[in-house]
């Protein structure tokens, strides 16, 4: 039987949620039945012993580079970017696929639009609240996000990561008619479960853990304002944050300006976050704007007490109380968080309600789903 040539398009696999969904989608797929081209633009090389070596890699642009960088400049400031951009995606794809699928926000979806009479399927992932989070449209260089809608509409089908995300995009651009489809993150417990114990270490103060990308939608900089209220309290808290991204300088150079250090401790990316939320007592969140979490969805999996902000994917997971929703606030997050220290009951009693939730996001049913789309 013939396989099935699927293009998949994001920025890169380093870190984040949607990245590490598409690593598990590609580790559980039928390479039997289908043919896999992964399709990335930033410069950092992707760790391909994650990925199985059928996956056919290609990478072109390398953002992030600073020669390309000014070059790019340059370019936009004669009007020949877009052309510049069709060029290089098109010359690193020259071949046709059964479906191509813009697998992020953003420039995967202008890239995505260069390449439409390279498949007769048409896909896109929405993984955020796009009511929120602008800095998508404006990788179509566009601020009020026409031609991100223009884009959306060519497609023959949108995915969203959760109702919440959905509802949020048919706000944001009534005009697109394109059909919509939500499809709920799975996350694989028994992997998980395996990967927390390939490092052993135990924290002896309690500990309260964020994951993710360092970058301005997450909110991060809440966590200095709560590490202030930890620091002026008797409490002994430690915040640990892993991850990478553009704010990391930044929020390094605030913390050791406020003399935080010792209570807020940047743990730096990396590829297996799970030891780091099995030694961890409490793990929040402080995003403005979320789809379906992957990092706290695998945090509930391994019975971790959530409190996040109302972002709209946190809404959908934690509503029905499995978890505490708060604004953002940092005075709101040290109540909760102190209160979850001081009684060992409570903690257990988020934690049992995380561990069910976690067993709703079955492995099986999303790549059946997942099979019908592509």
Request: net charge positive.
């Amino acid at each position: 039987m013939k396989r099935r040539k699927i293009l998949f398009i994001i920025n890169s696999l380093k870190c984040g949620g949607a990245e590490k969904m598409l690593k598990d989608i590609f580790n559980n797929i039928d390479l039997s039945k289908y043919e896999l081209y992964l399709l990335v633009f930033n410069k950092q090389r992707i760790n391909l012993k994650d990925l199985p070596t059928e996956i056919h890699f290609i990478q072109t642009l390398k953002f992030g580079c600073r020669i390309n960088h000014y070059f790019e400049l340059l370019l936009k400031h004669m009007g020949l970017l877009d052309s510049y951009y069709m060029y290089k995606i098109r010359k690193a794809v020259p071949f046709k696929f059964d479906t191509i699928v813009s697998f992020l926000e953003g420039f995967p979806v202008r890239a995505h639009c260069y390449l439409f009479d390279k498949a007769e399927n048409h896909v896109s992932f929405i993984h955020t609240d796009l009511s929120i989070y602008k800095a998508s449209s404006f990788q179509f260089e566009d601020k009020v996000g026409k031609r991100q809608a223009d884009a959306y509409q060519l497609m023959n089908k949108l995915v969203f990561v959760s109702h919440n995300i959905k509802d949020a995009f048919i706000r944001v651009y009534p005009q697109v008619t394109t059909p919509k489809e939500v499809l709920v993150n799975f996350i694989d417990s028994n992997k998980i479960l395996r990967l927390s114990f390939e490092k052993n270490f135990e924290w002896k103060e309690f500990t309260v853990l964020s994951v993710g990308r360092i970058v301005p939608i997450k909110g991060f900089d809440l966590l200095l304002d709560i590490a202030q209220r930890i620091k002026d309290s008797s409490f002994n808290i430690k915040i640990r944050l892993v991850g990478d991204g553009s704010e990391m300088q930044r929020l390094k150079r605030e913390l050791d300006q406020r003399n935080l250090s010792d209570i807020l401790i940047f743990e730096g990316f990396s590829n297996n976050p799970y030891p780091y939320m099995k030694n961890a007592d409490v793990f929040i969140s402080t995003s403005f704007a979320e789809g379906l979490p992957l990092a706290m969805l695998e945090a509930m999996s391994l019975s971790l007490p959530i409190i996040a902000t109302k972002t709209a994917g946190a809404v959908e997971l934690l509503s029905d109380g499995s978890g505490i929703l708060v604004e953002r606030d940092a005075d709101l997050f040290f109540k909760h968080i102190s209160d979850l220290q001081s009684s060992e009951q409570l903690r257990n009693e988020y934690a049992k309600r995380s561990s069910e939730k976690a067993k709703k996001f079955d492995k099986d049913r999303y790549m059946e789903q997942l099979y019908k789309i592509i």
